[in-house]
């Protein structure tokens, strides 16, 4: 038979396992706006029933439960939206992070407006067509040499902006590196503390939040797979054990491991020997060739930016692709300009005979040839030729050496029409086409990279809500949990009261028949 | 579905935020009066827009050289003008000189008139417009004839190559502004104007009618070149209708492409301001009340 005091017991039971559960609706409501808080809840099971089973058990008519025992205090959580979440988190660094990139790159070009270069073009073009009409005017003269420097200050402008855009990209580099590394060593800390404690049969539960809002941070600057390592000792079966963070490729082939039970490694961005452009990326001990490096995040974005050395060990980038185009356009129109200027005779050349005048020309060549197309934006200007005289501007055409004839006037002002190989790739195109072309691919990208971060963006937030839902704090569910737990709780304290007066009743009241 | 305070607040800031954005984007529109503010609000339009651009510009410029033309081909027609009804005086006087009636001081006295028309002649050749020979082809710094018993032409005046001074009229088109030097005021016009005098002067009528000959083939020749500005300036007149059509056509275009449908965006504006308000009002509201405000 049970004991006399078994209902006090049990009471007891109660009353301890509510005043725990309180505790913890207390806790979630305190924390109800805490970033990355998720609630928490007693887990409540029934304590062994009374009598156990085994050969001396006194015989009853059943078992008689005895009560309630507070379990662990667990995380409400849902480890498969965190999965969800950071996949979707390092899609939106990455689109996030190129649409700003090409945002920038748009502002820059300025396109299509009545100040960007197809504008300093098309007044060039202009001034050709007034001297053409009039090659003798000296003002003619004078509005083609100033629009000649416009445009080759334009690009001058252009190939400048584009590369101090590339060395803020090179800054964010370095700075998405020393993120990546705090974030692996403050994973790393938090792994080995929850490694001291969970063997002792605690949950530690704000640092699993704590961890788990770090890996958050860490899956928008690469694509992470984590997993967790089995804890010893005393664990509870909850205890989620130490994280192993994987870095992984779109496929979701593992490159490197990132943080496990022996500690982080360092990730390491490493430039090619120009220091110009990314070669690859190491991890701890191994590189990977940045060819190779396909995990979606910011880190890739960044590195897309600024600019990284391809498979044929060419430089590509965003940045670096646009200032291969300025070198283009700049160096083949300069180039054909210059052939036409030379062919053609200018009033001097009529006085003195003839000698080839170039109009364009390359600021840091010695003798001001245009010979090297890399980077020839930023160095395009007049030569001093033209400088020096406005009669130096060519007119005529070398049969007819006379002062009256545009001839050649209007054959510089049709290289803006003609068609030219400006690619360096075999394929025809006009000045106007091929900036076209340029100006559209680049919308093109921005314009994708604006959708995938809004589609990204709407993604995340979608699992986001699915995340809070399961385990963010709700006050109407904690309030009516509070009304739950402290009926339960007086509830509890009346049962004592009942059993005191039971007991009251035996001690005092028994016996005393007939008194 | 579980809904919480945090999930609430946080939806209706991104609905908030969201709705000021489109207001924001319109607002935008309606203060630049464009569809597109960089080129990734929509390529397509962005590039259609560089090009329909370049084509107005273009327009504009073919429409500025044709002032030039203008210039070039009225005082052209002046020149040729005076020159023809200086040649037909001279063809009077040459006639009325001619009969045996007239003294030699009459005589004198026409020879002394031709020399006048000559010189008018030698000054009408070397016509200057804003500091060019116009009459010179392409040659315009050089006059074309200098003073002279006979005066003499530049020697350049029968090479083909400075006899087109053109203008371009729209792309690869070129006119000719100019009238040919070689068949208007050539060596032969002032040839046969020195002969004329010279035979006055001398009082000598013998071959006075083959010098009539010559003077009808040099007036027959400028009057040809004259009928031929004639039409060339019809044809500018045509060519300066179809670039004012053009000009119509490619701001048309340009404006159609890129410029945003003000009615339009002003009806969006309001009606994004409204979905506005709402979007605020609600946000207040909801998260005025928890199951708090009911419990004891």
């Known amino acids: 038979m049970a004991s006399t005091f078994m209902g006090l017991e049990t009471a007891r039971r109660g009353l301890t396992a509510q005043q725990g559960a309180l505790y913890t609706t207390g806790n979630n ?83 299509p407006s009545d100040s960007g270069l197809s504008a300093a073009m098309d007044s060039f073009w202009k001034s050709l067509q007034d001297m053409a009409v009039d090659p003798q005017n000296a003002g003619a003269r004078a509005v083609v040499r100033q629009r000649g420097i416009a445009v080759a200050e334009t690009f001058n402008y252009l190939h400048q902006t584009v590369s101090a855009e590339k060395a803020d990209a090179k800054n964010e580099l370095s700075v998405a590196e020393k993120e990546i590394n705090t974030l692996l060593s403050q994973i790393d800390q938090v792994n080995k503390q929850i490694g001291s404690i969970e063997p002792n049969g605690y949950l530690p539960n704000d640092l699993y939040d704590k961890r788990d809002g770090l ?257 963010s704090v709700s006050l109407d569910e904690e309030m009516t949990n509070m009304i739950q737990f402290q009926q339960a709780y007086n509830a509890s304290a009346r049962m004592i009261t009942v059993m005191d007066e039971l007991l009251d009743k035996i001690i005092n009241g028994m016996g005393v028949v007939g008194r | 579905m579980r809904v919480t305070q945090s999930m609430v607040s946080a939806n209706s800031l991104r609905n908030i935020s969201s709705s000021y954005n489109k207001l924001a984007e319109l607002n935008n529109q309606v203060a630049t009066g464009k569809k597109i503010t960089k080129p990734s609000d929509d390529p397509v339009v962005a590039m259609k827009g560089m090009y329909f651009r370049s084509n107005l510009n273009q327009v504009e410029q073919y429409k500025r050289n044709l002032s030039e033309l203008h210039l070039w081909m009225d005082n052209s027609e002046a020149g040729l003008e005076q020159a023809t009804s200086g040649l037909d005086r001279v063809r009077e006087l040459l006639l009325q000189g001619k009969s045996d009636t007239n003294s030699v001081d009459e005589r004198a006295a026409i020879a002394k008139e031709i020399a006048q028309i000559k010189d008018d002649l030698v000054n009408v050749a070397n016509t200057q417009v804003n500091g060019k020979y116009i009459f010179h082809g392409t040659d315009v710094s050089n006059p074309l004839v200098t003073n002279g018993t006979p005066p003499t032409v530049a020697a350049n005046i029968n090479d083909p190559t400075i006899d087109n001074y053109t203008v371009e009229v729209s792309q690869g088109i070129t006119m000719k502004a100019n009238i040919s030097p070689s068949t208007t005021f050539n060596q032969e016009m002032f040839d046969v104007l020195q002969g004329i005098e010279d035979k006055f002067n001398s009082n000598d009528t013998e071959g006075l009618d083959d010098l009539l000959g010559r003077l009808d083939g040099v007036l027959n020749s400028m009057n040809r070149e004259r009928a031929e500005l004639g039409a060339r300036s019809n044809r500018l007149e045509m060519v300066e209708a179809r670039i004012d059509a053009q000009e119509v056509m490619a701001t048309k275009v340009l404006s159609d492409n890129e410029d945003v449908d003000m009615e339009k965006a002003i009806t969006n504006l309001s009606v994004q301001e409204s979905v506005h308000n709402a979007a605020l009002a609600v946000g207040a509201r909801l998260i005025q009340t928890s199951l708090i405000d009911f419990l004891r």
Do not use: C
């Not at chain 1, 305190?30 to 409540?44: E, I």
């Not at chain 1, 029934?46 to 059943?62: D, I, L, R």
């Not at chain 1, 439960?65 to 979440?85: I, M, N, W």
């Open chain 1, 29 to 111: 409501i305190a924390n109800a706006n805490t970033l990355g808080y998720t609630r928490q809840r007693v887990d409540l099971q029934q304590s062994e029933s009374f009598p156990s089973v085994g050969t001396n058990a006194p015989k009853m008519p059943g078992q008689m439960g005895t009560g309630v025992v507070a379990g662990a205090v667990v995380r409400v959580r849902e480890t498969f939206l965190d999965t969800q979440y950071r996949s979707e988190a390092s899609k939106l660094g990455y689109w996030e992070n190129r649409s700003a990139a090409l945002g920038n790159l748009e502002t820059i070009l300025n396109e």
């Open chain 1, 215 to 471: 890996l958050d941070e860490l899956s928008k600057f690469a694509n992470i797979k984590v997993s967790y390592e089995a804890p010893g000792g005393n664990a509870l079966a909850q205890a989620e054990g130490k994280a192993i963070v994987t870095l992984v490729d779109d496929k979701g082939n593992a490159l490197e491991t990132l943080v496990d039970r022996d500690g982080a490694k360092q990730v390491k961005v490493n430039s090619n020997a120009d220091d110009t452009a990314v070669q690859s990326i190491s991890i701890g001990d191994t590189v990977v060739d940045i060819n190779n490096f396909n995990s979606t995040g910011k880190l890739k974005s960044v590195v897309e930016s600024y600019g990284y050395v391809d498979q044929n060990g060419e430089l590509a980038g965003t940045f670096n692709d646009m200032l291969k185009e300025l070198d283009n356009l700049a160096y083949t129109f300069a180039t054909e300009f210059n052939k036409v200027h030379e062919e053609g005779l200018s009033p001097n050349e009529i006085k003195d005979g003839d000698k080839a005048i170039s109009f364009f020309a390359d600021s840091e060549s010695a003798d001001g040839s245009i010979t090297d197309r890399n980077g020839f934006a930023s160095r395009m200007t007049i030569s001093q030729d033209i400088r020096n005289s406005l009669d130096n501007i060519t007119n005529a055409d070398p049969s007819n050496p006379t002062l009256g004839d545009a001839t050649y006037v209007s054959k510089l002002a049709e290289i803006i029409n003609n068609k030219y190989d400006y690619g360096n790739n075999s394929e025809q195109s006009n000045f106007r086409n091929y900036f076209e072309g340029v100006i559209g691919s680049m919308a093109v990208s921005a314009q994708e990279a604006n959708k995938m971060a809004a589609n990204s963006a709407t993604l995340q937030q979608t699992v986001d809500n699915r995340r809070m839902s399961v385990s």
